[in-house]
């Protein structure tokens, strides 16, 4: 199975594929590392930002797309634009969980990675994308043994 993991920020969705088969995870290399909207007032920017991320997972045979969930109100909240990109990724017609931050840090906790950050190929920006990644992977695997 491929997961997408996603962390938006301000107008910019990071984003970290990774893959677990046969018992083994693999970070498949990726021609994006982030897709930005422009102009999240106009249509078109987020009609743009709907058909590169969707030929995105199209073209790395993406199974699902797990996003951390951001708060709607209150200091921390996610911005606007943020959440209309939401709403485009969950358009793609690919399964999307959102999944909390609490779950992540528990998910970590409890199933560390094997492997050292530094290790993947990816940059510092990708890690809270590959960690929500890896979080649903987890709750997957785990699920089956219950």
Same mark, same amino acid.
Request: hydrophobic residues 40%.
């Given at each position: ?10 107008? @910019? ?7 677990? @088969? ?35 997972? @199209? #073209? ?84 089956? #043994?219950?």
């Amino acid at each position: 199975m491929r997961v997408c993991g996603i962390e938006l920020k301000g107008g @910019e969705a990071i984003i970290s594929l990774l893959s677990y @088969e046969g018992d083994t995870f693999n970070v498949p290399e990726c021609r994006s590392r982030s897709l930005t909207v422009s102009n999240s007032a106009k249509t078109e920017s987020i009609k743009e930002f709907h058909f590169a991320f969707t030929k995105l997972m @199209e #073209d790395y045979k993406v199974d699902e797309v797990a996003l951390i969930e951001r708060e709607q109100k209150g200091k921390l909240a996610g911005s606007a634009t943020s959440f209309k990109m939401e709403a485009a990724i969950q358009l793609c017609g690919l399964p999307v969980h959102l999944i909390s931050p609490v779950a992540i840090k528990e998910q970590l906790k409890r199933n560390p990675p094997m492997v050292d950050f530094d290790g993947l190929d990816l940059k510092r920006f990708q890690k809270s994308a590959f960690e929500v990644a890896y979080t649903l992977h987890n709750q997957r695997i785990f699920a089956k #043994d219950e």
